[in-house]
């Protein structure tokens, strides 16, 4: 069923495989949410894992294989080169390749020590397109980023996007959170007390570093800052026992408090639960023209379900090219291999052109499961759906994909100056697949 109120989620990136002291924060943590009955999702570091079992944390490691919703934070998240930094450079099917050959190690040590993945959350700045198509080879199907990292806009509804459902949901709660508790626990309680009216599918979350609460400094900041690595790696500096308890308390009175609101707190399984199966789409002639006029090429809502630009551009071309079809099921299209936003200005074509556009367009799918790249039938993708629509194509779905200027590109451990362009120019030819993920009507 629907929710009844805002879905909220509070996910744990447990990362800090330098700082014994973070072990017991995280162990901590669970046990408060445990007694709250408060759902989390850990997304876990393989390197951290296989710490926490050198350090003989045997109990903690059981708390987190009795959770629901553990995730993957990647294999060693700050160590140099960050995943950003080792794919930036690489052509998109090369780093692709590298991401899941990188990556695999870490998946497989929080598997073997906790339990198989069933979600990604990048380390840091470190949002990759790669992830949106590649994950399914690490056998996980969540992309569940943050607003703050991502480069896709907030979105406080799932979406579908590559092969993978992405949650790119807005963080309510302080920046930084865990290191500045206990004195912003009021402010804290209060963005979350401030979603308790918003619309029942809003969704956002909550982002926590155990390791903040005992720490005075970002662990990966005092190792891995501006690019470089320090010669001997260091734990952060530590508060005081007195600071931590104080912190400790403070995130399980918090998390006592927020669980009384009018809050629908969820995990990415209990997420997971509450989705429809991605499926093919069902649509008309005249509802895919009315949404498309309506939505633009972009996230397309139409009555038996929700249609990528992708997705809505090859069922407008078997509409045209066989005109006796009033509707058509349309299945996953993938986006175009390669692609960059081309311009409109094109020579007279023939009356015969859309025809042939859409039959090039229909071959590609048929062929490859993806949109063509370069020209179909002498033209652009835009043309050619301009073509076929009879009107310039507005691209919305480029409108979901942030503009360099808004990335985090600045985190503090990449190297000063770095702008890996060719990852964000590969997350706007991506985004022909972004489409809503839509809730079950019932359980």
């Known amino acids: 069923m629907l929710p009844l109120s805002a879905l909220g989620f509070i996910r744990f990136d447990v990362e800090d495989f330098l700082t014994p002291e973070s072990d017991q924060a995280l ?30 944390q045997q109990r903690t490691l059981r708390l987190l294989a009795d959770e629901p919703s553990i995730g993957f934070h990647s294999l060693s998240h700050s ?10 450079e690489r052509s998109y099917d090369e780093a692709a390749a590298r991401f899941v050959a ?12 906790v339990k198989a993945p069933q979600y990604f959350t990048q380390p840091g700045g ?13 056998g ?12 896709v806009e907030d979105l406080t509804a799932p979406y579908w996007y590559g092969n993978v459902l992405h949650l790119s949901f807005p963080v309510v709660n302080p920046r930084p959170f865990g290191l500045g508790l206990p004195g912003n626990l009021e402010e804290a309680v209060e ?84 989705i429809e199966p991605r499926r093919p789409v069902m649509v008309t002639r005249e509802a895919l023209r009315r949404a498309l006029r309506r939505d633009g090429w972009g996230p397309l809502e139409v009555p038996d379900g929700t249609l990528s630009a992708a997705e809505a551009l090859f069922a407008l071309s078997v509409l045209t090219r066989y005109p006796e079809r009033h509707e058509v099921s349309v299945p996953y299209v993938a986006a175009p291999s390669e692609w960059t936003e ?10 015969d052109a859309p025809r042939h556009f859409a039959a090039g367009v229909i071959d590609a799918v048929d062929r490859t499961g993806r949109l063509p790249s370069g020209r179909v039938a002498g033209l652009t993708l835009e043309q050619g ?42 997350a706007r030819r991506l985004a022909w697949t972004l489409k809503r993920a839509r809730f079950r009507d019932t359980l």
């Open 191 to 274: 963005l979350v007390e401030a979603w308790q009216g918003r619309a029942s599918n809003d969704a956002f979350m909550v982002m926590l570093h155990p390791t903040e609460l005992v720490t005075r400094e970002f662990w990966d900041a005092v190792n891995y800052a501006h690019g470089r690595t320090v010669q001997t790696l260091v734990p952060a500096p530590i508060r005081t026992p007195q600071e931590q308890a104080a912190a400790l308390q403070a995130f399980d009175r918090y998390i006592s408090e927020v669980r009384r609101l009018n809050i629908e707190w969820c995990d990415v399984e209990g997420l997971r639960r509450k």
């Open 385 to 426: 759906m301009a073509a076929l629509l009879g009107e310039s194509p507005r691209l919305s779905f480029l409108t979901y994909i942030k503009p360099p200027e808004r990335l985090h590109w600045d985190w503090p451990i990449f190297p000063e100056g770095f702008r890996p362009l060719r990852l964000w120019q590969d």
């Open 140 to 151: 996980m199907d969540i992309f569940f980023t943050d607003s703050f990292n991502s480069y």
């Open 126 to 138: 470190n949002w990759v397109p790669e992830a949106v198509e590649a994950l399914p080879q690490l």
């Open 342 to 351: 081309g311009a409109m200005a094109s020579t007279p074509m023939a009356s």
């Open 79 to 88: 160590e140099h080169p960050t995943l950003a930094e080792d794919l930036a």
């Open 27 to 56: 162990a901590a943590m669970l046990e408060s949410m445990r007694r709250a009955e408060m759902p989390g999702s850990y997304g876990i570091v393989g390197k951290k894992a296989r710490a926490l079992e050198a350090r003989g």
């Open 102 to 113: 990188r990556e695999r190690p870490g998946v497989e040590a929080v598997r073997d020590l």
